[in-house]
Protein backbone atom coordinates (compact mmCIF):
# COMPACT_ATOMS: atom_id res chain seq x y z
CA UNK A 1 0.00 0.00 0.00
CA UNK A 2 1.65 3.36 -0.76
CA UNK A 3 2.64 5.55 2.14
CA UNK A 4 0.12 8.37 2.71
CA UNK A 5 2.74 11.69 2.85
CA UNK A 6 1.29 15.22 3.52
CA UNK A 7 4.14 18.14 3.24
CA UNK A 8 3.59 21.10 5.31
CA UNK A 9 5.53 25.01 4.89
CA UNK A 10 5.52 26.38 8.25
CA UNK A 11 5.87 30.14 7.17
CA UNK A 12 5.81 33.38 9.15
CA UNK A 13 6.28 37.28 8.22
CA UNK A 14 8.48 37.69 10.91
CA UNK A 15 12.58 37.42 10.34
CA UNK A 16 15.76 38.80 11.91
CA UNK A 17 17.40 39.13 8.57
CA UNK A 18 14.61 39.47 5.90
CA UNK A 19 10.99 40.98 7.65
CA UNK A 20 8.21 39.61 5.49
CA UNK A 21 10.52 37.08 3.50
CA UNK A 22 7.90 34.79 2.72
CA UNK A 23 5.49 37.09 0.56
CA UNK A 24 9.10 38.89 -0.90
CA UNK A 25 8.79 38.90 -5.08
CA UNK A 26 10.28 36.80 -7.06
CA UNK A 27 8.92 37.21 -11.21
CA UNK A 28 5.24 38.26 -10.01
CA UNK A 29 5.03 35.89 -7.43
CA UNK A 30 5.86 35.54 -3.70
CA UNK A 31 8.88 33.24 -2.81
CA UNK A 32 5.69 31.22 -0.53
CA UNK A 33 4.45 30.92 -4.03
CA UNK A 34 7.35 29.07 -5.46
CA UNK A 35 7.70 27.00 -2.65
CA UNK A 36 3.97 25.56 -2.36
CA UNK A 37 3.63 25.16 -6.19
CA UNK A 38 6.86 23.62 -6.13
CA UNK A 39 6.08 21.08 -3.51
CA UNK A 40 2.72 20.06 -5.11
CA UNK A 41 4.13 18.74 -8.64
CA UNK A 42 5.81 16.14 -6.11
CA UNK A 43 3.75 13.31 -6.83
CA UNK A 44 4.95 11.46 -3.57
CA UNK A 45 2.54 13.66 -1.89
CA UNK A 46 -1.19 13.07 -0.80
CA UNK A 47 -1.57 16.73 0.49
CA UNK A 48 0.61 19.37 0.36
CA UNK A 49 -0.54 22.62 3.18
CA UNK A 50 0.95 26.20 4.52
CA UNK A 51 0.94 26.60 8.33
CA UNK A 52 0.44 29.69 9.42
CA UNK A 53 -0.82 32.61 12.13
CA UNK A 54 0.13 35.36 9.50
CA UNK A 55 -3.07 37.24 8.16
CA UNK A 56 -1.10 37.86 4.80
CA UNK A 57 -0.01 34.65 4.09
CA UNK A 58 -3.57 32.74 4.44
CA UNK A 59 -5.21 35.52 2.27
CA UNK A 60 -2.80 34.85 -0.82
CA UNK A 61 -2.28 31.33 -0.35
CA UNK A 62 -6.18 31.32 0.06
CA UNK A 63 -6.11 33.32 -3.69
CA UNK A 64 -4.47 31.05 -5.68
CA UNK A 65 -6.90 27.74 -4.10
CA UNK A 66 -4.24 26.54 -2.09
CA UNK A 67 -4.65 25.22 1.12
CA UNK A 68 -3.49 26.60 4.30
CA UNK A 69 -4.17 26.01 8.16
CA UNK A 70 -4.03 28.76 10.68
CA UNK A 71 -2.01 28.10 13.53
CA UNK A 72 -1.53 29.37 16.65
CA UNK A 73 2.02 31.57 16.58
CA UNK A 74 4.68 31.15 19.10
CA UNK A 75 7.92 31.35 19.62
CA UNK A 76 8.11 27.13 19.50
CA UNK A 77 10.45 25.76 16.70
CA UNK A 78 9.42 25.37 12.96
CA UNK A 79 8.92 21.45 13.52
CA UNK A 80 6.83 22.10 16.31
CA UNK A 81 4.88 23.88 14.23
CA UNK A 82 4.52 21.39 11.76
CA UNK A 83 3.48 18.76 14.18
CA UNK A 84 0.54 21.01 15.49
CA UNK A 85 -0.52 21.53 11.64
CA UNK A 86 -0.58 17.98 10.95
CA UNK A 87 -2.72 17.32 14.42
CA UNK A 88 -5.11 19.77 13.02
CA UNK A 89 -5.13 18.60 9.35
CA UNK A 90 -5.85 14.85 10.72
CA UNK A 91 -8.53 16.18 13.01
CA UNK A 92 -10.36 18.24 10.26
CA UNK A 93 -10.05 15.60 7.89
CA UNK A 94 -10.52 12.10 9.69
CA UNK A 95 -7.35 10.72 8.16
CA UNK A 96 -4.07 10.15 9.74
CA UNK A 97 -0.54 10.18 7.47
CA UNK A 98 2.63 7.94 7.53
CA UNK A 99 4.78 10.24 6.68
CA UNK A 100 5.20 14.15 7.18
CA UNK A 101 7.36 16.38 5.16
CA UNK A 102 8.57 19.66 6.27
CA UNK A 103 9.42 22.58 3.84
CA UNK A 104 10.84 24.78 4.63
CA UNK A 105 9.49 28.43 3.18
CA UNK A 106 12.60 29.81 1.81
CA UNK A 107 13.48 27.13 -0.58
CA UNK A 108 12.25 28.50 -3.74
CA UNK A 109 14.28 26.33 -6.26
CA UNK A 110 13.49 23.37 -4.81
CA UNK A 111 12.32 20.32 -7.26
CA UNK A 112 10.38 17.62 -7.42
CA UNK A 113 13.50 15.29 -7.52
CA UNK A 114 14.93 16.70 -4.73
CA UNK A 115 11.61 16.03 -2.49
CA UNK A 116 11.39 12.36 -3.79
CA UNK A 117 15.52 12.26 -2.81
CA UNK A 118 14.58 12.88 1.19
CA UNK A 119 11.32 11.03 0.73
CA UNK A 120 12.67 8.06 -0.78
CA UNK A 121 15.19 6.45 2.25
CA UNK A 122 11.89 6.35 4.83
CA UNK A 123 9.82 4.53 2.00
CA UNK A 124 12.63 2.04 1.63
CA UNK A 125 13.55 1.51 5.44
CA UNK A 126 10.90 1.17 8.08
CA UNK A 127 13.00 1.55 10.90
CA UNK A 128 14.43 4.96 10.13
CA UNK A 129 11.95 7.56 12.33
CA UNK A 130 13.66 10.51 10.37
CA UNK A 131 15.55 12.14 7.53
CA UNK A 132 17.10 15.36 6.67
CA UNK A 133 18.20 16.39 3.22
CA UNK A 134 22.25 17.56 2.86
CA UNK A 135 24.31 18.97 0.84
CA UNK A 136 27.70 20.08 -0.31
CA UNK A 137 28.94 23.32 0.74
CA UNK A 138 30.07 25.62 -1.87
CA UNK A 139 31.90 28.64 -0.60
CA UNK A 140 34.04 30.26 2.33
CA UNK A 141 30.07 32.83 2.50
CA UNK A 142 28.47 30.10 2.86
CA UNK A 143 30.43 28.24 5.59
CA UNK A 144 31.06 31.13 7.91
CA UNK A 145 27.70 32.07 7.23
CA UNK A 146 25.46 31.86 10.82
CA UNK A 147 21.89 31.51 8.74
CA UNK A 148 22.91 28.34 6.96
CA UNK A 149 23.25 24.99 9.71
CA UNK A 150 26.27 23.25 9.00
CA UNK A 151 25.91 19.38 9.54
CA UNK A 152 28.98 16.80 10.33
CA UNK A 153 27.93 13.43 9.88
CA UNK A 154 30.05 10.07 10.71
CA UNK A 155 30.60 6.98 8.11
CA UNK A 156 26.89 6.06 8.16
CA UNK A 157 25.40 8.89 7.27
CA UNK A 158 23.95 9.77 10.88
CA UNK A 159 24.09 13.24 11.98
CA UNK A 160 26.61 13.82 14.97
CA UNK A 161 25.97 17.61 15.70
CA UNK A 162 24.49 20.30 14.11
CA UNK A 163 25.34 23.77 14.35
CA UNK A 164 25.17 27.82 13.06
CA UNK A 165 28.80 27.78 13.22
CA UNK A 166 31.76 26.65 11.15
CA UNK A 167 32.41 23.03 11.64
CA UNK A 168 34.05 20.91 10.95
CA UNK A 169 36.91 22.90 12.09
CA UNK A 170 40.02 23.76 9.38
CA UNK A 171 42.12 24.96 12.34
CA UNK A 172 45.06 21.76 12.04
CA UNK A 173 44.74 22.42 8.34
CA UNK A 174 42.91 18.74 7.41
CA UNK A 175 40.13 19.03 4.83
CA UNK A 176 37.09 17.25 5.27
CA UNK A 177 33.72 17.66 3.31
CA UNK A 178 31.87 20.91 4.44
CA UNK A 179 27.62 20.04 4.48
CA UNK A 180 25.40 22.31 5.06
CA UNK A 181 21.30 21.51 5.98
CA UNK A 182 19.08 21.47 3.13
CA UNK A 183 15.31 22.96 4.39
CA UNK A 184 13.49 19.32 4.10
CA UNK A 185 12.81 17.03 7.04
CA UNK A 186 10.82 13.37 6.77
CA UNK A 187 9.68 12.10 10.03
CA UNK A 188 7.76 9.21 10.69
CA UNK A 189 4.43 10.69 11.76
CA UNK A 190 4.23 8.61 15.02
CA UNK A 191 8.16 10.48 15.95
CA UNK A 192 7.13 13.44 14.96
CA UNK A 193 4.62 13.52 17.50
CA UNK A 194 7.57 11.68 20.26
CA UNK A 195 9.56 15.14 18.74
CA UNK A 196 7.04 17.56 20.71
CA UNK A 197 6.37 15.85 23.34
CA UNK A 198 10.17 16.64 24.35
CA UNK A 199 11.50 19.49 26.03
CA UNK A 200 13.13 22.25 24.11
CA UNK A 201 17.18 20.96 25.36
CA UNK A 202 20.64 23.08 25.79
CA UNK A 203 22.01 22.57 22.51
CA UNK A 204 18.82 23.48 20.74
CA UNK A 205 18.12 26.40 22.37
CA UNK A 206 21.86 27.51 22.23
CA UNK A 207 22.15 26.75 18.55
CA UNK A 208 18.94 27.86 17.63
CA UNK A 209 18.41 24.70 15.34
CA UNK A 210 15.02 22.26 16.79
CA UNK A 211 16.83 19.21 15.11
CA UNK A 212 19.49 19.25 17.99
CA UNK A 213 16.75 17.83 20.24
CA UNK A 214 16.45 14.54 18.81
CA UNK A 215 20.56 14.09 18.54
CA UNK A 216 20.27 15.36 22.67
CA UNK A 217 17.44 12.34 23.20
CA UNK A 218 20.03 10.39 21.38
CA UNK A 219 18.22 9.37 18.30
CA UNK A 220 19.41 9.44 15.10
CA UNK A 221 18.73 11.56 11.84
CA UNK A 222 19.42 9.97 8.42
CA UNK A 223 21.36 12.49 6.36
CA UNK A 224 20.53 11.77 2.43
CA UNK A 225 23.04 13.83 0.08
CA UNK A 226 21.92 15.32 -2.74
CA UNK A 227 24.21 16.86 -5.04
CA UNK A 228 21.41 19.29 -6.82
CA UNK A 229 22.42 22.91 -5.64
CA UNK A 230 19.82 24.66 -3.65
CA UNK A 231 19.28 28.16 -3.55
CA UNK A 232 18.06 29.03 0.20
CA UNK A 233 17.38 32.78 0.42
CA UNK A 234 18.71 34.00 4.15
CA UNK A 235 18.88 37.58 3.16
CA UNK A 236 17.41 40.05 0.35
CA UNK A 237 20.31 40.18 -1.60
CA UNK A 238 20.46 36.60 -2.72
CA UNK A 239 16.84 37.32 -4.19
CA UNK A 240 18.87 38.56 -7.10
CA UNK A 241 20.45 35.27 -7.99
CA UNK A 242 17.34 33.49 -7.24
CA UNK A 243 15.26 35.52 -9.84
CA UNK A 244 18.01 35.35 -12.23
CA UNK A 245 17.75 31.16 -12.21
CA UNK A 246 14.21 31.63 -12.08
CA UNK A 247 14.04 33.18 -15.49
CA UNK A 248 14.93 30.08 -17.09
CA UNK A 249 13.44 27.43 -14.60
CA UNK A 250 11.87 24.51 -16.64
CA UNK A 251 9.24 23.79 -13.36
CA UNK A 252 8.24 27.36 -13.52
CA UNK A 253 7.92 28.23 -17.37
CA UNK A 254 6.59 24.93 -17.74
CA UNK A 255 4.43 23.98 -14.74
CA UNK A 256 2.84 26.44 -12.79
CA UNK A 257 3.69 29.93 -14.12
CA UNK A 258 0.17 30.49 -15.31
CA UNK A 259 -0.70 30.23 -11.44
CA UNK A 260 -0.78 33.90 -11.14
Same mark, same amino acid.
Given at each position: ????????????????????????DI????????????? @???????????????????????????????????????T???????????????????????I?? $??????????????????? $????????????????????????????? $???????????????????????????????????????? $????????????????????????????????????M??????????????????????? @???????
Amino acid at each position: MKNSIIGIIPAKMESKNFPNKPMADILGMPMIGHVYNRA @RLCTDFSDVYVATADKEIIDYITSIGGKVIEIVESRISATDRVAEAVKRIEADNNCVYDLVVSIQP $DEPMLTPDVLGRAISPMVM $DKKLKMTALMTEITSEEIFNDRNEIKVVA $DNLNNAMYLSREPIPSKSRGVCFPRMKLVGIDVFRRRFLN $DFNLMLPTPLEVAEDIDLNRILENGMRIKMTLTEQEMLAVNHPQELETVISRMRQDEYFL @RQYMDKF
